[in-house]
């Protein structure tokens, strides 16, 4: 009877830690004709937030990527998005010597075909609770750039026009309400 009372409790335990996770997330990126590019998988790490970029469509040579303020990516210029996400009030910039926005991430670079796969850490950033997370209040979203961030110029390095956006939201079903995947539209009709 102690056993089958203790399995009880090691699954009830365990079923309750699997309801809380917050600790990854698959952001869905669009471009700005709401064509779905690719994925950016975040996951909790150590000393801040894991980036697993896998884009494609892009135009080749390096691009800012930035986590801003809101999850809201309307096309097609995502200006809803918001600023750069600055819980702190730094001023833009890796290379800054006070500092930098808290959502300011290293440049991704496309190759030849127009294909990003990076991994990047935004140091001190969480998915838990807190002023640093990138869940606070509704969330943020994640932006690409036309261009390269020098890394210093304010208040955006310079990076150009807003190309591709995806929701880092806190409500996961906000997150799939993005637009959707032309290609499914084709496998429809297809069936049809």
Sequence with gaps: MKKVLWVILLMAF????????????????????GDMIGTVKLTEGDSGVDFKVKLEGLEPGYHG???????????????????????????????????????????????????????????????????KSLLAGEGTSLVIHEKKDDGVSQPGGESGARIACGLI?????????????PTDLNEEQQEK
């Design 169 to 181: 939201a806190k409500d996961e079903k906000q997150s799939s309400e993005t637009p959707t995947d």
């Design 14 to 33: 365990m079923a309750a830690c699997q309801g809380n996770d917050e600790t990854s997330r698959t952001v869905d990126m669009y471009n700005s004709s």
């Design 65 to 131: 990527i930035h986590v801003h303020e809101y999850p809201k990516c309307d096309q097609p210029d995502f200006t809803t998005a918001g600023s750069h996400f600055n819980p702190s009030g730094n001023e833009h910039g890796l290379m800054h010597p006070e500092g930098s926005h808290l959502g300011d991430l290293p440049n991704i670079e496309a190759d030849s075909g127009g294909l990003v796969n990076a991994e990047l850490m935004l140091p001190e950033a969480t998915l838990m609770e807190g002023k």
